[in-house]
């Protein structure tokens, strides 16, 4: 995707999300949206096809989303502006902008074994103190990492793991 | 030296124990397109212009472009090892490269790396690459004579020590010959006056690099000579850091109070490399699809060319940017800009080269606008008039073409200006020493060519000299060392080329 691409993206999310007058509704909003993309995925390909007319899209889409009326409205408005394939990125911006409204930071823990539910609860209140934020965390296991943690979260990475301590190691001997 | 293990093992316990094992925090963003030897990242929310950036797979970046939801950043290395989605990191640092003496003798590319498989290179300094340039406090004037060996250069365009003095001609001109025989040349100069050389290629051929390295390898002029080389293969982004990198390096020796001369061989291809660049970037095109910052491109880099001031060390950057024109068009921009920033040319001409005239200088165009206090005053005075007597030789012969009837006045000075012109040919790799030239300028400015056939200038000029090595060696010493023709020399010198008058003999 390219920067226009993104920008077009962001401007459709904020539109989107301010929609909602409230956070709960947002949050709504934000679910409705992810559920219709999940209910559009089979029909992913005749969605994206050029031979299929945009009053025949817009008719599946209404038609297969019609308990979400509003968000059948969204996305059949993308696709009057052959925008559709913006979708998936104006969900991701449209969950950053509900996250925003209801205080959560996204973080991704790396570790070199499966921490214990108590370890995760820890990480999690940390993250959650660091950032002023509630934390909504995804665990991951790499065993390359030997040690210790990794946490990338709001455009940051703190590295605490033995492996890149190695690494520092490494190139401070060989220096 | 042997080295014993046991020493080893204790550097790398006493290492270890000192290591202080920390959390390292960075700040990262994510890589939202890559090509062309540009990333566009998102993130990086406190990037700053010019910041080194990481990308993982040993591939660095420079931020370029802070743009409001990403940053647009041109990658060091091959951009088929970054993809989409990729993690960036900053690293705190802008631009900079690992500097140190040992870098004499050697090929580096414009971040220091060796490219001459001869071994690493310790750095002994970081520099960054982008500096502000001295200021005026830290500065004397242009004083002291830079020595070329082309008796052209050094009798009509004197080059001074801190000066920054552009070559500029059309393809196959000469322009590298000139200032390769400008580093060869410090061969002859004594070794507490001698400059380091730095030759800058950007965006040459690597057979064309190649060749340069030879002959100055074959000339032994490696020996104080450092080649930073970004070739026409590498990234634009190398080629545009090349000159700065080598600007860097001289840089370091100036400030320890040694002269430098730095040749930027060329700027068309540096100013082609960042037009590349910043389209790619998308940054607004100017004039000839330039962006509008090409100016302060050349003009940064060449200010940062001077003769620092006695309490700074003396230390000199001179600095000969090489431009390379179409068709002989100095009026378009990069040669206009150039020719604004520099103090001065060296305009070669294709037809001069053409009709044989090497080196190819057209005498009416070249300037040296500092050049000139710096001059030997013996030099001065021998060669004082030569520019002007040159210029009206020409004039006067392109009378002469139409066959006009000429006085005796003005048939005595085309006689003069041919003689001139076809003693101030000199040959490739030929450089002569100062005294040399001022001796061989002597005997055409006073009248003692007159009386020889022009195409017999260029063999007295050989016999000349071969007949001063032989006979008056001490008295050619002599002129070496003098700054000023007193009487009593030019007396000497006036009495031995009456003797070679005698001695000369027609090839």
């Given at each position: 995707?390219n920067?226009?691409q993104r920008i077009a993206?962001q401007?459709?999310?904020v ?6 007058t ?5 949050l709504r909003r ?5 559920n219709?993309?999940k ?7 005749y969605?994206s096809?050029p031979?299929?007319?945009t009053?025949e899209k817009?008719?599946l889409?209404?038609?297969?989303l ?8 969204f ?15 104006i ?7 509900t ?9 991704e ?12 609860e820890?990480?999690?209140?940390a993250?959650?103190?660091r950032y002023?934020a509630r934390?909504?965390?995804?665990f991951?296991?790499?065993?390359q990492l030997l040690g210790?943690l ?5 455009g ?12 520092k190691l ?6 | 030296?042997?080295i014993r293990p046991?020493e080893?093992?204790?550097?790398i316990?006493?290492k270890i124990?000192?290591?202080?094992a920390?959390?390292d925090?960075?700040?990262t963003g ?8 540009i990333?566009?990242?998102h993130?990086l929310k406190n990037?700053k ?6 990308f ?10 802070l ?5 647009g950043?041109?990658?060091m290395?091959?951009?088929?090892l970054?993809?989409?989605g990729?993690?960036v990191?900053?690293t705190?640092?802008v631009?900079?490269?690992g ?5 004499i003798?050697?090929?580096v590319?414009?971040?220091g ?5 001869k071994?690493e290179?310790t ?6 690459l982008?500096?502000?340039a ?5 500065r004397?004037?242009?004083k002291q004579?830079?020595?070329?060996g082309?008796?052209?250069?050094d ?12 070559i500029i001609?059309d ?6 010959a000139?200032?390769v025989?400008?580093i ?8 507490k ?7 800058v290629?950007?965006g040459?051929?690597?057979s064309?690099?190649?060749?340069v ?7 032994g002029?490696m020996?104080y000579?450092?080649v930073?080389?970004a070739?026409a293969?590498d990234?634009?982004?190398?080629l545009?850091?090349a000159?700065?990198a ?6 370091y ?6 002269d430098?001369?730095i040749?930027?061989?060329?700027l068309s291809?540096?100013a082609?490399a960042?037009?590349e ?5 998308r940054?607004?095109p100017?004039?000839?699809?330039y962006p509008?910052?090409v100016f302060?491109l050349h003009s940064r880099?060449l200010?940062?060319a001077?003769?620092?001031?006695n309490?700074?060390?003396?230390g000199s ?9 179409q ?10 800009n ?6 001065g040319?060296i305009y070669l001409?294709s ?11 057209n005498v ?5 606008r500092?050049g000139?206090?710096a ?7 021998v060669a004082g008039t030569l ?11 392109g ?11 003005s048939q005595?000075?085309i006689a003069r200006?041919k003689?001139?012109?076809?003693l101030?040919k000199?040959?490739?790799?030929t450089?002569?020493k100062?005294?040399?030239e001022v ?5 055409g400015t006073?009248?003692y ?7 017999q200038v260029?063999?007295?000029e050989?016999?000349l000299?071969a007949f001063?090595h032989?006979?008056?060696?001490k ?7 003098a700054n000023?023709l007193t009487?009593?020399l030019?007396q000497?010198m006036v009495?031995?080329?009456e003797?070679?008058?005698t ?5």
């Amino acid at each position: 995707m390219n920067t226009t691409q993104r920008i077009a993206a962001q401007r459709y999310a904020v539109a989107y999300d301010a929609l909602s007058t409230s956070s709960q509704e947002a949050l709504r909003r934000q679910k409705d949206l992810h559920n219709a993309i999940k209910a559009l995925a089979p029909a992913q390909n005749y969605l994206s096809s050029p031979r299929v007319s945009t009053a025949e899209k817009k008719g599946l889409v209404l038609s297969t989303l019609s308990s979400l009326p509003d968000t059948a409205a969204f996305i059949a408005l993308l696709l009057d502006a052959k925008r559709f394939a913006l979708l998936p990125a104006i969900e991701q911006q449209v969950q950053q902008l509900t996250d925003e409204r209801l205080g959560i930071v996204r973080a991704e823990v790396s570790s070199a074994q499966i921490l214990s539910p108590r370890q995760q609860e820890q990480t999690k209140e940390a993250i959650g103190q660091r950032y002023h934020a509630r934390a909504e965390v995804t665990f991951n296991v790499n065993p390359q990492l030997l040690g210790g943690l990794k946490i990338s979260c709001q455009g940051e990475e703190i590295d605490g793991t033995l492996q890149h301590q190695l690494e520092k190691l490494l190139k401070k001997i060989s220096n | 030296m042997a080295i014993r293990p046991e020493e080893i093992t204790s550097i790398i316990k006493q290492k270890i124990a000192q290591f202080d094992a920390q959390v390292d925090i960075s700040e990262t963003g994510t890589v939202i397109q890559v090509g062309d030897g540009i990333a566009r990242v998102h993130g990086l929310k406190n990037v700053k212009s010019s910041e080194l950036v990481d990308f993982g797979n040993g591939v660095q970046g420079m931020a370029l472009n802070l743009e409001y939801d990403n940053v647009g950043c041109v990658l060091m290395g091959p951009d088929h090892l970054v993809h989409e989605g990729d993690i960036v990191k900053r690293t705190g640092k802008v631009i900079s490269i690992g500097v140190s003496s040992q870098m004499i003798g050697r090929v580096v590319n414009p971040l220091g790396k060796p490219l001459d498989g001869k071994g690493e290179i310790t750095a002994e300094k970081t520099m960054p690459l982008d500096i502000v340039a001295p200021g005026i406090i830290d500065r004397q004037p242009v004083k002291q004579p830079l020595q070329t060996g082309i008796k052209a250069i050094d009798a009509m365009i004197p080059i001074g020590k801190g000066q920054r003095e552009l070559i500029i001609g059309d393809r196959q001109t000469g322009k590298t010959a000139i200032a390769v025989d400008a580093i060869i040349n410090q061969k002859n100069i004594p070794e507490k006056e001698r400059c380091i050389c730095i030759y800058v290629a950007v965006g040459q051929k690597q057979s064309t690099v190649a060749q340069v390295i030879k002959t100055l390898s074959d000339f032994g002029a490696m020996d104080y000579t450092v080649v930073v080389s970004a070739t026409a293969s590498d990234p634009a982004s190398l080629l545009y850091i090349a000159p700065y990198a080598g600007c860097a390096i001289g840089e370091y020796f100036m400030w320890q109070g040694k002269d430098v001369l730095i040749v930027y061989d060329d700027l068309s291809k540096h100013a082609q490399a960042y037009r590349e660049m910043s389209l790619l970037l998308r940054r607004p095109p100017g004039r000839e699809a330039y962006p509008g910052d090409v100016f302060y491109l050349h003009s940064r880099l060449l200010e940062r060319a001077c003769k620092l001031s006695n309490e700074n060390g003396g230390g000199s950057l001179t600095a000969l940017p090489i431009i390379e024109t179409q068709a002989n068009d100095v009026s378009a921009y990069i040669p206009t800009n150039v020719i604004s920033i520099t103090d001065g040319q060296i305009y070669l001409e294709s037809n001069l080269f053409l009709s044989g005239i090497k080196p190819a200088i057209n005498v009416g165009l070249s300037v040296s606008r500092v050049g000139g206090s710096a001059q030997r005053k013996m030099m001065r005075k021998v060669a004082g008039t030569l520019r002007i007597d040159l210029s009206q030789y020409q004039e006067l012969a392109g009378f002469a073409q139409f066959g006009s009837e000429l006085d005796k006045e003005s048939q005595r000075q085309i006689a003069r200006g041919k003689r001139m012109t076809e003693l101030l040919k000199q040959h490739q790799y030929t450089p002569l020493k100062v005294g040399e030239e001022v001796w061989v300028l002597y005997a055409g400015t006073h009248g003692y060519l007159d009386t020889v056939p022009v195409e017999q200038v260029q063999a007295y000029e050989k016999q000349l000299l071969a007949f001063l090595h032989a006979q008056h060696a001490k008295a050619l010493e002599e002129l070496q060392q003098a700054n000023e023709l007193t009487e009593e020399l030019e007396q000497k010198m006036v009495q031995i080329l009456e003797e070679f008058k005698t001695v000369f003999k027609e090839a």
